[in-house]
């Protein structure tokens, strides 16, 4: 092996990791504070690379040394947003999610696919009382904001119209990405017992909240089931003019997801795993993508289609939620 091998590895990994619309030349200038002189001799191989810079290479792009030289071990190198800040609000946390999307949508090719254990955050905000709720229960009850202890939920009071125009963006950047989605009867229950939960310990403010929180529930799902339809992704109201990019609905009755996400983006793939209920883990092991990937390709092997096609499948899938979400008001 030359000497000089290891680094042109390197090289090649970030050219081909770093968005097709940026310069990998002008970003290391930046980077590591060089003329593009000493860029250029460094990819060529001709002057090695220091400790200090490879350090600010990792860190900048969240790379792992023994994935770039092909180390054969088992340990995978997942980038987790804000792991390293302090607690932060909630709209802080969606406009991190913002950011994601956008950077996923700066590739040309873009894909998603997702197993599903539960809807996932940004479906939330399609209507403004589920999203308000949502965005309370996860603010008081997960975060322990101080500011919401000993509240109750009010549409009045607690709007979070910041927070719903943020995750509206969020919604219409998502909309650009074709999405193959695998679903299962089980992908209500979470927020059914959130708001069943509230309803029990009398946390709404009144039962017209309540019931507000319900209906747009219902609403929610009466727009998955209309993009199921149509097979394509849109805001609420939109007209066919402004409809953006496909989704396949696979419905699975055996399996529960894990709400595991892989994204295609041009030749790049990127493995997003939660925990913590919103926040996320991101890998672009290739080791780890080909395993999700192959393990969504299974599943769904065994799944029905119920976009475009399957009025039936369609018609049963989401009355027997529709009938989950009725559940709440006897």
């Known amino acids: 092996m030359e000497s000089n091998e290891p680094q042109q590895q390197l090289f090649t990994y970030l050219k081909e990791n770093i968005p097709p619309h940026l310069s990998m030349v002008d970003e290391l200038c930046e980077l590591l504070d060089l003329?593009?002189?000493s860029v250029y001799r460094r990819i060529r191989g001709e002057k090695p690379i220091t400790l200090t810079e490879l350090k600010r290479i990792c860190e900048r792009y969240h790379l792992s040394i023994d994935q770039m030289m092909q180390l054969q071990n088992e340990s995978v190198l997942f980038n987790a947003p804000g792991l390293n800040a302090p607690p932060v609000e909630f709209i802080d946390?969606?406009?991190?999610?913002?950011t994601q999307f956008k950077y996923f949508n700066s590739f040309k090719i873009r894909e998603c696919q997702f197993l599903g254990k539960e809807v996932p955050l940004w479906y939330f905000y399609l209507y403004p009382e589920i999203a308000a709720f949502k965005t309370f229960f996860w603010s008081k009850t997960i975060n322990n904001h101080p500011g919401l202890s000993n509240k109750l939920f009010?549409?009045?009071e607690y709007p979070y119209e910041d927070c719903f125009a943020i995750g509206q963006k969020v919604l219409e950047e998502y909309n650009q990405i074709h999405s193959i989605e695998l679903w299962n009867l089980e992908g209500v229950n979470s927020t059914i017992n959130q708001i069943a939960f509230y309803r029990d310990?009398?946390?709404?403010k009144s039962s017209a909240d309540f019931d507000a929180v319900v209906n747009s529930f219902h609403q929610l799902l009466d727009h998955f089931q209309q993009q199921a339809e149509k097979g394509v992704k849109f805001m609420p109201g939109a007209t066919d003019v402004s409809y953006k990019e496909p989704t396949q609905i696979y419905v699975n009755e055996l399996v529960i997801g894990n709400n595991t996400f892989l994204f295609k983006l041009d030749t790049k793939k990127l493995s997003v795993v939660t925990y913590n209920v919103f926040h996320y883990?991101?890998?672009s092991d290739s080791r780890f993508t080909a395993r999700t990937e192959e393990a969504f390709n299974t599943i769904i092997s065994r799944s029905t289609l119920i976009s475009k096609i399957g009025e039936k499948d369609r018609n049963r899938f989401f009355n027997t939620l529709r009938d989950k979400v009725n559940g709440l008001k006897k």
């Open 154 to 156: 009010s549409l009045k």
């Open 281 to 283: 883990l991101i890998t």
């Open 201 to 204: 310990a009398g946390n709404f």
């Open 93 to 98: 946390q969606l406009k991190g999610m913002l």
């Open 35 to 37: 003329s593009p002189d």
